[in-house]
């Protein structure tokens, strides 16, 4: 069965740094574009980022460019989200996905991803 585990949330005070990682077994991992969502409280799920199948493309959503950087290790079936200048906005529960297809100039829909984790809470404090 195909497992998605996502880790390194955490508390940190604004201005801070934190790294995500996901781990995927289960799949062929580098046949499948990866993506970071968030949902925080009261709020519908976004997508963060994504990143297609060799990691040579990636895209943001605007609030969090030139703070956050995607990447992968296909190797290791891993993913990762370095968040940089972390902000309170920025709190939410982190999930990662995978999703087999990829969409030329955007992130693939949300109901493109078939495989999603638990979620890492990351919060921000003020």
């Known amino acids: 069965s195909v497992q998605v585990l996502e880790s390194g949330g955490g508390l940190v005070q604004a201005g801070g740094s934190l790294r995500l990682s996901c781990t995927a077994s289960g799949l062929t991992f580098e046949h499948y574009a990866m993506g970071w969502f968030r949902q925080a409280p009261g709020k519908e799920r976004e997508g963060v980022s994504c990143?297609?199948?060799?990691?040579?493309?990636?895209y943001y959503t605007d609030s969090v460019k030139g703070r956050f950087t995607i990447s992968r290790d296909n190797a290791k079936k891993s993913l990762y989200l370095q968040m940089n200048s972390l902000k309170p906005v920025d709190t939410a529960m982190y999930y990662c996905a995978a999703a087999p297809i990829w969409y030329s100039g955007a992130c693939p829909p949300q109901y493109e991803y078939n495989y999603w984790g638990q979620g890492t809470q990351v919060t921000v404090s003020s």
């Open positions: 990143i297609n199948w060799s990691g040579g493309t990636t």
